[in-house]
């Protein structure tokens, strides 16, 4: 468990499938990242998910956002490892539309990155936004991130960047 005073990442179990399963099946939350999924999809998902968590190299670690103040799950934060290239590692987060705005993001992040430098042995995070996601391009030159390079992406034909933030020595 990761956390400061206002939040809390725990590591996602199955008793968490409802909570994924809202989050990948919205149309809102899914604009910037993908299609919504259908539940079908985002069950597959989720097991899939729960496998990786789970699996010997380190492929994935992701983690529910509660609020200290009251327990409520807000969003799902993570980092998976590209499989390629084992030094790469992105960072990704989705916040419910309802707790957007209140620096959550930023404040997750912030705890996950410090997580991940101090205590994983990562050196260096990417993370990749869409070029229109204004909010999600903003928490990221904030946290430090550096702009890397723009790309689009064959399947949707929606344009990204790709951002790197390196551990401080």
């Given at each position: ?8 990442l725990s590591?996602?179990?199955e ?7 809202q989050i ?9 990242v ?5 539940i079908?999809?985002?069950?597959k ?5 729960l496998?990786?968590i ?9 983690y529910i956002?509660?609020?200290n103040s ?7 934060i993570?980092?998976r ?5 084992k030094s790469?590692?992105e ?10 705005g209140n620096n959550?993001?930023?404040?997750s ?7 991940a430098?101090?205590n994983?042995?990562?050196?260096s ?5 869409e070029k229109?996601?204004?909010s999600a ?5 904030n ?5 890397q390079?723009q790309f689009?992406v064959k399947?949707?034909k929606?344009?990204?960047y790709k951002w790197q ?5």
């Amino acid at each position: 468990m990761i956390e400061n005073s206002s939040i809390k990442l725990s590591k996602i179990t199955e008793k968490d499938r409802d909570f994924y399963n809202q989050i990948y099946l919205d149309e809102e939350l899914m604009k910037f990242v993908d299609s919504p999924y259908t539940i079908d999809e985002s069950n597959k998902s989720f097991e899939i998910t729960l496998n990786k968590i789970s699996s010997s190299p380190k492929r994935l670690l992701l983690y529910i956002i509660r609020l200290n103040s009251n327990k409520q799950k807000i969003g799902l934060i993570g980092l998976r490892w590209n499989q390629l290239n084992k030094s790469s590692v992105e960072i990704g987060i989705i916040i419910l539309k309802e707790h957007q705005g209140n620096n959550y993001a930023n404040i997750s992040n912030k705890l996950l990155i410090n997580h991940a430098f101090e205590n994983l042995g990562i050196s260096s995070l990417i993370a990749i936004s869409e070029k229109y996601n204004k909010s999600a391009n903003k928490t990221l030159m904030n946290l430090g991130f550096k702009f890397q390079k723009q790309f689009i992406v064959k399947k949707s034909k929606k344009i990204k960047y790709k951002w790197q933030i390196i551990k401080e020595i």
